[in-house]
């Protein structure tokens, strides 16, 4: 006779991170983020992002009507460009300024 036993508490920590895991796929399949999305996928406030951000020129955004909208690929590549810069820089975004 084979016997079977189950931690409950170890299932129910794989069954959220799996379930994690899966939003985490559904929600880098969003082509637009809105400013809430932003938010987390930046994990900054929706003040930095407009302090330091959204108003770059060439910072990836359209408006549709009040609402901005973001495109993930887009933002993903300028994020990367700007760590860089930032880094290269000194390393603090609130002293970083954009060079011309």
């Known amino acids: ?3 079977l036993e189950i931690n409950q ?3 129910k920590e794989l069954y959220l991170r799996k379930v994690e895991e899966r939003l985490e796929e559904l929600e880098a399949e969003v082509f637009f983020m809105n400013s809430k ?3 987390s996928y930046l994990n900054m406030s929706w003040n930095s992002i407009c302090t330091h951000l959204l108003y770059e ?3 990836p955004k359209i408006r549709l009507g009040s609402k901005w909208l973001f495109k993930r690929k887009d933002v993903q590549e300028y994020m990367e460009k700007y ?3 930032v880094r290269n820089n000194g390393g603090d975004i609130l002293k970083y300024k954009r060079k011309g």
């Open 83 to 85: 760590y860089d810069n």
């Open 57 to 59: 020129e060439n910072f």
């Open 37 to 39: 999305q932003l938010t």
């Open 1 to 3: 006779m084979i016997t």
């Open 9 to 11: 508490e170890q299932l």
